[in-house]
Each structure stands twice: as C-alpha cells, then as structure tokens.
C-alpha cells in the first residue's frame, strides 16, 4: 500500500513562502508522475500542479504560474511544492497525490494516491 505523507504547512503571512514536503513509501517512486491539489473551506478541490516520474515536465495553474514551483527528489522518494508570494486566496488544505503512470495531470481522477493534507494559511 502506497503511503504519502505531506510536511510543511503553517500559517504565514500574505507574501511569505512555505514550502512543502510529500514523502512515498513504495518502489518506483520515478515510474509515476506526482501531482498537488488543495481546497479551500466550502470550495472543490482544485489543480495545483504537477510533475512527470522523470522530473522533465511541470504544469500550473493559471492562478499559482510565476509563484509555486514544484520539483522531486527521485532518490528521496519526495515531491515539493515551493510556494513563494503567498495570498491569502491560497489559504487551502494542500494534498499531494501519486499517479497511475509517469505522466502528469491536472485532473484528480488520474491520480490512484492522497495523502492526508497539510493546512496552509496566509494572512493579509
């Protein structure tokens, strides 16, 4: 059973940075593209971004491009989502999810793995 534990949320304020951690268990961490979602109290959980097993391609949404940045450690089995610029609309509970294959998506239905979310705030 695939495991995914996310790290590094807080509370900051409106142009601050955090960045998070989501740690797998399980082989072939690079066989599968890795993704962040988030929701936001009384919203649908949305597309963050996304990153392929091999670490070559990254996708954003409109709403985070130029401010986030995602990356992964394929010998540490981790992906971090490096928030900077932070606004208090990305306040949201962020989740990191592992997909079926080694592409990435921006649909959550592709991907098979959630972790349990980490609470991050911005204050104005």
């Known amino acids: 059973q695939v495991q995914l534990v996310e790290s590094g949320g807080g509370s900051v304020q409106a142009g601050g940075s955090l960045r998070l951690s989501c740690a797998a268990s399980?082989?072939?961490?690079?066989?599968?593209?890795m993704g962040w979602f988030r929701q936001a109290p009384g919203k649908e959980r949305e597309f963050v971004t996304a990153i392929t097993g091999n670490g070559g391609s990254t996708y954003y949404a409109d709403s985070v491009k130029g401010r986030f940045t995602i990356s992964r450690d394929n010998a540490k089995s981790t992906v971090y989502l490096q928030m900077n610029s932070l606004k208090p609309e990305d306040t949201a509970v962020y989740y990191c999810?592992?997909?079926?294959?080694?592409?990435?998506?921006?649909?959550?239905?592709?991907?098979?793995?959630w972790g349990q979310g980490t609470q991050v705030t911005v204050s104005s």
């Open positions: 999810a592992r997909g079926r294959v080694p592409g990435a998506f921006t649909w959550s239905s592709a991907y098979a793995y």
């Open positions: 399980g082989r072939t961490f690079s066989s599968y593209g």
